[in-house]
């Protein structure tokens, strides 16, 4: 390399180093302002009068819950250490509770539950918040449903009841409600046995039903087009041409009992 292209690469080269050299000093002043943090941005709810007083107390006499929590993804926040009750504990998300003991307990008494205000539940699950505020979405936010109707806080796995084996319990929690969709069928979709959730979001979609994609878009992701001549849109063995310009696949007549039959291998009712 000569000297004249040496003094053009130079400041390239200078300027990298001087953006990387800020970006380190930027960071560790981040770092060192996070270090002196005492507790997360996330505020706990407030209960007027209360002050925090840990986890044992909790535990005194909500003993199945505590025993059950420490396996819980929510658990991973959880400590003992009163100076920490405020954000790693059970009072970060029912708030301070001295009250609530002061009063011998009792359901509602002086004390945040969650399971009946998604509130708390929002504070951290921002983006479900969101979701909520789609199009089509669970009634949460209009109070019909709420988060613990779906979810178990507490259980080692927050997204499906506690208890069976995993896969008898993979659709149970919208089974619950969504008992015709959910019963055994004859011939049954396999796109269950990966869970309701591989078509649906159940917190909120742009797409009516909750659907995760519009339309055939939906279908098409399993269902994959075998390579054809031009002009043909073979599924399966089987030229859909014609059918995909009727609709969705199962609102154009094809294959209404899109979750499954008790007398159609084709998913017919």
Request: contains cysteine.
């Amino acid at each position: 390399m000569n000297s004249t292209s040496e003094q053009k690469s130079k400041p390239v080269w200078w300027l990298s180093a001087s953006i990387a050299l800020s970006i380190l000093g930027l960071a560790s002043l981040v770092w060192s302002s996070c270090s002196t943090l005492t507790r997360t941005v996330v505020a706990p709810p407030e209960i007027e009068g209360a002050s925090f007083v840990g986890n044992q107390s909790c535990a005194d006499c909500h003993t199945n819950i505590s025993r059950i929590f420490p396996a819980s993804p929510h658990g991973r926040f959880y400590k003992d250490d009163l100076k920490w009750a405020s954000f790693a504990g059970c009072e970060s998300c029912h708030g301070p509770g001295s009250k609530h003991v002061a009063a011998g307990g009792g359901r509602g008494k002086f004390i945040v539950n969650p399971g009946q205000d998604a509130a708390s539940c929002y504070q951290c699950h921002l983006e479900v918040h969101a979701e909520f505020k789609l199009p089509h979405h669970h009634p949460v936010v209009e109070n019909r449903i709420n988060c613990v109707d779906c979810h178990d806080p507490h259980g080692r796995d927050i997204r499906k009841p506690a208890g069976g084996l995993a896969i008898t319990q993979l659709n149970q929690s919208c089974a619950q409600c969504h008992r015709e969709q959910a019963r055994p069928f004859a011939f049954e979709h396999e796109a269950l046995r990966e869970g309701c959730t591989t078509c649906h979001n159940p917190h909120g979609s742009i797409n009516s039903k909750l659907l995760v994609e519009r339309d055939n878009n939906l279908c098409l992701k399993c269902h994959a087009q075998v390579q054809a001549a031009a002009g043909q849109i073979v599924i399966g063995k089987l030229d859909h041409s014609s059918f995909v310009r009727r609709g969705a696949c199962w609102s154009s007549g094809c294959h209404t009992a899109v979750h499954g039959s008790n007398i159609s291998p084709r998913m017919l009712y």
